[in-house]
């Protein structure tokens, strides 16, 4: 699928999702665990997992633009973000364009620490914190909304044997659908399926995936993901106009 971006409203062109995955890629590069877990980065175990049809490219902080060009960003139908050590480091420029996108209909998908990442901040317009530990715990994620798309295939839980915990209070607005909540053996519990709309755009957010954990390697975990870029590309139809507009009705007595 590719939408326009000129605002002329051509819509959907093609049948394919085309997918463009970004990763902070920090953490392989300096951590020889995450490197031993991620040897080709998660970017890569991310790609791995999708089987939807259409192009599927990577893009990393380090990369020109962090490889997210206007070319790339308008053969983009979904974006994933993976981010932490490194948020400050995105172009303010550069989250100026995929939040243009957004609300143009483009899809976003951000992963775990993504949720401090600029752009997930700037389209929440909130802080985003919340309670977190490293204490290599259990996490069961439990699915409250079976009937939507993105939990198609999953059973009523998913279950992890070690993450990062992530506590509430989640300080982001009410979501538009909650689809997954997470809890945790030192018994926090935690919003973990998050569903917005933002303009024309679709936006999930699911939080397992710390660095230091083979969580991208795990099935159900990736077909929660690979549902997810289904459910939030664009859909069918031209671009809303705005501004000034004619009547579609003769306005009578009007000026």
């Given amino acids: 699928m590719k939408v326009s971006d000129d605002r002329k409203g051509e819509g959907i062109v093609s049948a394919n999702i085309n997918v463009t995955i970004w990763n902070e890629h920090r953490h392989e590069k300096t951590n020889e665990k995450v490197a031993s877990v991620y040897p080709k980065g998660m970017h890569a175990a991310i790609a791995e997992g999708l089987t939807t049809k259409g192009v599927i490219r990577t893009a990393t902080l380090d990369d020109p633009e962090h490889g997210l060009s ?118 926090e519990v935690f919003r973990s399926g998050c569903c917005y709309s933002r303009g024309a755009g679709k936006i999930f957010y699911f939080r397992p995936g710390h660095e230091t954990y083979p969580t991208y390697y795990n099935p159900e975990v990736r077909k929660v993901i690979d549902n997810a870029v289904r459910w939030a590309a664009p859909v069918d139809r031209e671009y809303p106009r705005y501004g000034n507009a004619k009547p579609l009705e003769e306005i009578k007595g009007g000026r």
Wanted: hydrophobic share 40%; charged share 25%.
């Fill in 70 to 187: 206007e070319e790339v960003l308008n053969d983009t139908d979904v974006l994933i973000w993976w981010g932490h050590m490194a948020h400050g480091e995105v172009s303010d420029e550069i989250v100026e364009r995929v939040h243009n996108r957004v609300l143009k209909g483009m899809g976003l998908i951000v992963l775990h620490s993504g949720h401090f990442s600029k752009i997930f901040k700037k389209l929440m317009g909130t802080s985003c914190d919340l309670k977190w530990r490293e204490a290599d715990e259990k996490e069961r994620i439990w699915v409250v909304n079976p009937a939507h798309p993105i939990a198609s295939g999953i059973g009523e839980y998913i279950e992890l044997p070690q993450e990062e915990m992530y506590g509430e209070h989640f300080d982001i607005p009410q979501p538009d659908e909650l689809v997954m909540v997470s809890w945790f053996e030192g018994g």
